[in-house]
């Protein structure tokens, strides 16, 4: 089993729509948990960074963290062509090895116009 | 733009060979990481070092190997290059806090 599941997708979702991605995770010392958007053939861009459990909001874009559940939501409002990429989150146990990111398999999401 | 620079962007090699992927940090930024990206794997974190010392290891390959250097720059030695080798190398860097920032990658062709 991996540490970090997260559905390949692909989501496709006509413009202005609400997206919910998803990942679960198996190893309770997971504290710090980001969200990228890597669009095709591109490094991954940072969204979102959550420590340990809440909510956090971006524009349209919010990400939620229910550690008891072990399960991370990113929600994308009034979605955008310009959205689709693929989402990958990641997580780690702690500050000093925050580089050693666990990464979910990514989801290829689609906004279509 | 991150701030963190890859070179060279794409290569292709034959099996056995060697190569050097390059990465220049954010400024600032003592951290570097190297991670690969393969369409069966996801994105696999190979080995980080802060300040020109090995921090942390990862999934990296006896035939793989890296360092940073004194001015913070690293490189990622590839050597006995097999197919399934061939992937994109992503090099990232981070400063005081827990976020890390990608480059743009290098995409490996093994042929």
Same mark, same amino acid.
């Given at each position: 089993q991996k540490e970090v599941e997260q559905d390949p997708g692909p989501l496709s979702v006509p413009e202005g729509a609400i997206v919910s991605l998803n990942c679960t995770y198996s190893?309770?010392?997971?504290?710090?948990?980001?969200?990228?958007?890597?669009?095709?053939?591109?490094?991954?861009?940072?969204?979102?960074?959550?420590?340990?459990?809440?909510?956090?909001?971006? =524009?349209?874009?919010?990400?939620?963290?229910?550690k008891s559940s072990k399960y991370i939501s990113l929600f994308i409002?009034?979605?955008?062509?310009?959205?689709?990429?693929?989402?990958?989150?990641?997580?780690?146990?702690?500050?000093?090895?925050? =580089?050693?990111?666990?990464?979910?398999?990514?989801?290829?999401?689609?906004?279509?116009? | 733009d991150s701030g963190v620079t890859q070179t060279p962007k794409h290569l292709i090699t034959a099996?056995?060979?060697?190569?050097?992927?390059?990465?220049?940090?954010?400024?600032?930024?003592?951290?570097?990481?190297?991670?690969?990206?393969?369409?069966?794997?996801?994105?696999?974190?190979?080995?980080?070092?802060?300040?020109?010392?090995?921090?942390?290891?990862g999934?990296?390959?006896?035939?793989?190997?890296?360092?940073?250097f004194p001015d913070l720059h690293s490189e990622l030695n590839l050597s006995s290059l097999e197919l399934g080798d061939s992937a994109l190398y992503f090099c990232a860097s981070s400063g005081q806090g827990p976020t890390i920032y990608f480059g743009e990658g290098s995409w490996l062709t093994v042929v």
């Open positions: 190893n309770s010392a997971f504290q710090y948990f980001m969200w990228y958007r890597q669009y095709s053939r591109k490094g991954p861009e940072l969204l979102m960074y959550t420590y340990s459990s809440g909510n956090k909001e971006d =524009g349209r874009f919010t990400a939620q963290v229910d409002r009034d979605s955008q062509p310009s959205d689709s990429a693929t989402y990958l989150c990641a997580m780690s146990a702690g500050a000093s090895n925050t =580089g050693k990111l666990i990464f979910g398999q990514g989801t290829t999401l689609q906004v279509k116009p | 099996t056995g060979q060697r190569v050097t992927l390059r990465c220049s940090p954010r400024s600032g930024d003592l951290s570097v990481y190297w991670y690969q990206q393969s369409l069966d794997q996801g994105l696999q974190f190979l080995i980080q070092y802060y300040n020109g010392e090995e921090r942390a290891k999934n990296i390959l006896e035939r793989f190997s890296a360092q940073q």
